[in-house]
């Protein structure tokens, strides 16, 4: 290599330098402590489905699987009709057309990359959750701008967001946030032009009370400007290994999406496409998924509880939002020694410090022996 070509390699700075560890990667010790446990782990850590995906929902992926040419970036009309009708049947969510609708491969990509596809440049705000899912920051992060850690208008203060990410059902905490304050976020995000984006990925999975879409009437009376709401099929349907979601909400944002990731050829491939159809268009293994969730999360709030936890929130979602009252490395490691792996509580940001996150995401058999291992 010559002098020249290595003074201009030095001269690329890693994108990866400006981002935080990648939380995972932290808790390799913990990790090695439960794998240790005579009767082997239970990893309640990461939010992956375990359960078999659907029949329907395989049939569809084989019988797409014979297209060979490119597939649209905007989708197929089926895929975002079937969108709009699981949207309307299962959250009463109106006044979407086709217009509204924009496949993603996988909902983590879309969360990442969507403050630099719809135009945060650095140095802007961009407000996201209090405690919250990591990759929040690091879409904002990637596109140079400042973050915000805020829940209501009042803790935003004098900020001036381009940005503001929702999240209701909350990961990890469960939290689910009434009509009055996701509409008091929306009015507020509306009256100085900023984006609102709510990430619904676990609407389908609310077990006290209920969760409204950001895009309900009664949250944005029927108007959808300013507003996307991102849904995943991962949870719901036990496609996590598909890469299937979808964007849905304002027509012009979607529009500029679009046009962006033509661009950039990020394509949902048709047979996923195909699978997304028969996963929006079933209703009844969805609802088998949420039962065996139910079951399982009875099971363990019951035990953790029993073990002298206090569960906050919770209301919704995929996860158990537990503390002791101290660090939650504490607490992780005090699970772990008993072969239970979950996640701690900082992964989510400073105020998550006194917290675990455990998921339903194990099978019968393992959250069996998890919550025999609580009582002992």
């Not at 905490?173 to 009509?179: C, E, H, I, L, Y």
């Not at 772990?336 to 410090?353: Q, S």
Request: glycine content about 10%; some cysteine.
């Amino acid at each position: 290599m010559t002098a020249a070509r290595r003074s201009t390699t030095r001269r690329l700075k890693p994108v990866s330098a400006g981002l935080p560890d990648f939380p995972w990667d932290t808790i390799a010790d913990a990790k090695a402590a439960a794998l240790a446990h005579p009767d082997g782990i239970v990893d309640l850590s990461v939010g992956t489905p375990v359960d078999p995906v659907d029949p329907v929902i395989r049939e569809a992926l084989a019988a797409s699987s014979e297209f060979p040419g490119y597939p649209a970036t905007v989708g197929t009309l089926d895929l975002r009709e079937a969108a709009i009708g699981a949207l309307a049947r299962r959250f009463d969510i109106t006044g979407l057309d086709q217009a509204s609708i924009l496949p993603v491969v996988g909902t983590k990509e879309i969360i990442a990359g969507l403050p630099a596809q719809i135009g945060v440049r650095r140095g802007d705000l961009v407000v996201i959750p209090e405690v919250a899912y990591p990759t929040y920051e690091v879409g904002a992060l990637l596109a140079g701008a400042d973050v915000l850690r805020a829940d209501t208008v009042p803790a935003i203060g004098d900020g001036d967001p381009v940005l503001v990410y929702l999240n209701s059902p909350s990961n990890p905490t469960g939290r689910v946030q009434s009509v009055a304050q996701l509409k008091e976020i929306v009015d507020w995000a509306r009256a100085r032009g900023a984006v609102v984006v709510s990430d619904e990925c676990y609407l389908g999975l609310t077990w006290e009370g209920q969760a409204y879409s950001v895009l309900h009437p009664e949250v944005c009376g029927g108007d959808h400007t300013g507003l996307i709401a991102v849904h995943s099929l991962s949870k719901v349907s036990n496609l996590a290994s598909y890469r299937a979601g979808f964007l849905a909400g304002d027509r012009d944002l979607i529009a500029e999406l679009l046009a962006v990731r033509k661009h950039a050829g990020m394509i949902v491939p048709f047979p996923i496409q195909g699978a997304t159809v028969a996963a929006l268009n079933d209703d009844v293994h969805v609802d088998a998924q949420r039962e065996r969730y139910r079951v399982r999360r009875d099971k363990l709030r019951t035990a953790l509880l029993d073990a002298g936890f206090t569960i906050d929130h919770s209301e919704a979602g995929l996860y158990l939002w537990a503390t002791r009252g101290e660090d939650s490395r504490v607490t992780q490691r005090w699970l772990a020694d008993r072969g239970i792996l979950v996640a701690p509580g900082d992964f989510y940001g400073p105020a998550g410090a006194q917290h675990v996150r455990v998921a339903l995401t194990g099978t019968d058999e393992r959250i069996d022996a998890a919550v025999e291992r609580l009582g002992s």
